[in-house]
């Protein structure tokens, strides 16, 4: 496309009158036998109409193919502008029509040998975008004349065009000996021809990251910097790219070509400042920092970055973007610049937030009481987005500068008391934080945030209420009622706001005990019986079991001191930033996402680093030592995935030591038997949670028997953690959990049923106690099992012992596989028999 679209540009230039848009206009019908016929006549002017008609029927998306034949026979032309016109065509539709194309395979050879050098070069160029491999073979001779070319634009040309052949037949190019060919351009006089061989090398490089092509060396490196001087624009954003890829040998050789790249700062085209910037970003790794050239280039590369905010607002979202990453590395560069980054108030959204993202990066002790006088005014204005932005900026800077804390606290109560719905929930979100980075500070606030309660309705900034009230129960009285107001509608909220809620109540219950019992039960009973979301259930299973068991550790886990927050949330992962360092100036450092991240394929994957600084001289680094040293010694055994989730749950994976006989182990396929029938885990471990009864009995109550141990079978892994492994290395005696009724006799006509599920000898079993409480005899009992989450179902006919007579009991075991039918239930555990 691009191609065309040079060409066509280049054919304006041979028009005499700028009339071609009335080619676009006709459309009249059996248009193609008329243009067969003008194709064919023997006056030049009407066969330059015809083929210019031809073109732009083409351009629009009608179907020309079939003139294929007549269109080539017009390439036997001395007309300049009718032979780009033909080529253009060809290009288009050589793929179609390979056989045809062919035809014009001679045509190419001669003009490739033309006396015009610009004739020279379009046969070369087109033969290279002519993608069908029969054609390929015959470009090879000509295009090996071109590289050697007495013209620079001739070679320039054939540089690009081996990079083309490289896509469509790279074993061709490598026989035919090109590479090195494209390499000895390097060394070419003209610079253009070496901007392009170092694209061309640059581009099949990229495709093969392990080749080694582009093999920088000082000799190269100097060669490059002298065509730097003296190339078009894009010959210059090739050359810097190329040495953005070098690593040089020491500090001196980084600062010579720091010397030579920085007057590329000046230029006018935006994408070469970048290229020159990325390069000098690089360098400055291996530059001392206390070198006086090293202060130097810090004050030179300001003046450039700001100049590129006074471009239109496109061009300065993505210098915003690449300010953004180079702020975070160094941000002394533009320390001094935040006026450059205040808000216009033309400026599209898009720039804006920008802008406010760096002057929080940006901001210091020096310069907050400028930041906070415009992060005031911009909390006013009527753009939604940007004030959220905003209020949430004035936070940020009094988390990062300490001094302005209290100044920033007292612009978010005079925010909140504007009574702005957006504008009050943003605050008490970041009020919130400030809470955590400056606890027993600024908690006077809390009376005037309570006052605004009803008006949040979104879930990050009623989830941030929550939070407050509960951290900060004990200094406001009325706690237990503001909860319970959240509690009323609990299912309609966020999982955000109810798990903070549930969090919330737990607290304010450690803290007053005898006022809030009953709404603790409460949220601890939505939580765990009447909610679907696993987090939320096994958050509210953990707490139950740790008030119920042990008050004392739930103070010191739920009431345990906060780590403050630090002050930068949002910055960018090192590693990450330092690869898109190496990629100022591209779609990855607007993106801020590697390469790899959004292009398909093996091109870009390749990541880049930026280079150690040598300010320790010649000593070993301490990377390097430490490798040694690690590689000296025996090499660690990684512990198994099952292991590790052993290790998580706190099991104990080791053999006992002791040498009395092994303790009874519970079995994970247990847990899970337990789980289906909605007893849960704390029933299976012997407290009376999970939905019994005894739920309202309070924490008092001592738990259960528990077993003696809990711990996993002596073979470890994952397997047995879940008990999936056919039962190797698993005691005779494992616990099994008690029976409990699953039908009761009311809802069966008299017939009860009490079971668990146990695993004898490897194999999963239903036991159970069928009761007969009617009066009559019951006889031919069957068993079907539903479609469920673990594919269970019976691995046998259920065989019972007929007649069962009144108040006679039996006892009945099923054997269980987990080969049967699987269908997601809801909730997940659902199992229906």
């Not at 045509?107 to 015009?116: A, I, L, Q």
């Not at 087109?126 to 029969?134: F, S």
Request: aromatic residues 6%; contains cysteine; proline residues 6%.
């Amino acid at each position: 496309m691009q191609e065309w679209a040079n060409q066509l540009c280049e054919n304006r230039q041979f028009g005499s009158k700028m009339t071609d848009s009335k080619y676009f206009t006709t459309t009249k019908k059996g248009e193609i036998f008329e243009l067969k016929a003008e194709l064919n006549s023997d006056k030049k002017e009407k066969k330059k109409e015809a083929v210019k008609k031809v073109i732009a029927s083409m351009t629009v998306g009608k179907d020309v193919s079939a003139l294929f034949p007549d269109v080539v026979n017009c390439m036997q032309t001395d007309n300049l502008e009718l032979k780009k016109l033909v080529y253009l065509y060809l290009m288009n539709y050589a793929k179609s029509q390979p056989d045809m194309a062919i035809m014009a395979v001679n045509t190419f050879v001669k003009d490739c040998e033309d006396p015009n050098p610009l004739i020279r070069a379009l046969a070369v160029r087109t033969m290279g975008c002519i993608r069908v491999d029969k054609i390929t073979e015959y470009l090879c001779e000509p295009l090996r004349k071109c590289l050697k070319d007495e013209d620079p634009y001739v070679r320039k040309t054939a540089a690009v065009c081996v990079a083309k052949l490289h896509d469509i037949n790279a074993q061709l190019v490598e026989d035919q000996g090109f590479l090195d060919t494209l390499k000895d351009l390097i060394s070419d006089s003209n610079p253009m021809v070496v901007a392009n061989a170092v694209a061309a090398l640059s581009e099949i490089a990229e495709s093969h990251p392990n080749s080694n092509l582009m093999d920088l060396n000082p000799q190269t490196i100097n060669k490059l910097l002298t065509a730097l001087n003296e190339c078009t624009e894009w010959g210059q954003i090739f050359i810097l790219d190329c040495l953005a890829n070098y690593t040089p040998r020491d500090d001196r050789e980084s600062q010579s070509i720091c010397e030579r790249v920085t007057p590329r700062l000046s230029h006018a085209n935006s994408a070469v400042v970048l290229s020159a910037v990325k390069v000098l970003m690089k360098f400055m790794e291996m530059l001392p920092k206390d070198l006086d050239y090293y202060g130097t280039l810090l004050k030179k590369l300001a003046p450039p970055l700001v100049t590129l905010l006074s471009a239109e607002p496109e061009l300065q979202y993505v210098a915003l973007r690449n300010i953004n990453l180079i702020v975070q590395r160094r941000p002394e560069i533009l320390k001094h610049e935040m006026k450059v980054f205040f808000v216009k108030y033309n400026d599209p959204i898009y720039v804006k937030l920008e802008k406010l993202d760096i002057m929080i990066r940006l901001a210091s002790q020096a310069n907050i009481a400028q930041v906070l006088a415009e992060l005031k005014e911009y909390a006013t204005e009527v753009d939604v987005d940007f004030v959220r932005k905003a209020v949430r900026a004035i936070g940020r800077c009094a988390i990062k500068v300490e001094q302005s804390a209290e100044r920033c606290v007292s612009t978010l109560l005079d925010l909140i008391q504007t009574k702005v719905n957006y504008v009050v929930q943003e605050a008490i979100v970041v009020i919130k934080d400030i809470f955590r980075k400056y606890p027993n500070k600024y908690e006077s606030v809390i009376a005037t945030l309570c006052e605004n309660l009803d008006s949040l309705d979104e879930p990050e900034a009623r989830a941030a209420m929550i939070w407050i009230v509960g951290e900060y129960a004990e200094r406001i009285d009325n706690a237990d009622e503001l909860l319970e107001s959240f509690l009323e509608g609990f299912h309609d909220e966020s999982t955000q706001v109810q798990l903070q809620l549930l969090t919330a109540i737990v607290k304010l219950f450690l803290k007053k005990p005898t006022e809030t019992q009953e709404l603790v039960q409460q949220v601890l009973s939505l939580a765990t019986q009447d909610s679907d979301n696993p987090d939320l259930r096994d958050r509210g299973y953990i707490y139950w079991r740790l008030l119920s068991t042990d008050p004392v550790a739930a103070k010191e886990v739920v009431l345990a001191e906060k780590p403050l927050i630090s002050e930068e949330t949002d910055l960018i992962e090192p590693t990450l930033l330092e690869e898109l360092i190496c990629h100022i100036g591209t779609l990855a450092s607007v993106y801020h996402k590697p390469p790899s991240a959004f292009v398909e394929g093996s091109r870009g994957v390749q990541h880049k680093r930026l280079p150690g600084s040598t300010e320790s001289g010649e000593s070993e680094s301490p990377d390097t030592a430490s490798a040694a040293a690690v590689s000296d010694a025996p090499p660690a055994v990684i512990p198994s995935q099952g292991d590790l989730l052993g290790d998580l749950l706190n099991l104990d994976l080791t053999p006992p030591t002791t040498t009395g006989p092994p303790p009874p182990t519970s079995s994970g396929m247990q847990m899970g038997a337990m789980d289906l029938l909605g007893g849960g885990l704390d029933s299976l471990l012997g407290g009376d949670l999970g939905g019994s009864p005894a739920i309202g009995a309070g924490f008092g109550a001592p738990p259960a028997a528990m077993p003696a141990s809990f711990s996993a079978p002596v073979s470890g892994g994952l397997d047995d953690l879940f008990d999936l492994g056919g039962g190797v290395g698993m005691p005779m005696g494992a616990y099994s959990a008690p029976k409990t009724v699953w039908l009761p006799a009311m809802k069966a006509k008299g017939l009860e049923i009490s079971g668990t599920f146990a695993r004898r000898s490897g194999v999963i079993q239903m036991e159970m106690t069928l009761t007969n409480k009617a009066m009559s005899v019951m006889t031919d009992f069957a068993i079907q099992f539903n479609r469920n989450s673990f594919g269970l179902a019976p691995a046998g006919p259920l065989q019972v012992l007929t007649p069962l007579n009144p108040n006679q009991s039996i006892e009945v075991t099923l054997p269980l596989n987990t080969v049967g039918p699987v269908m997601k239930m809801e909730p997940l555990n659902n199992l229906q028999v």
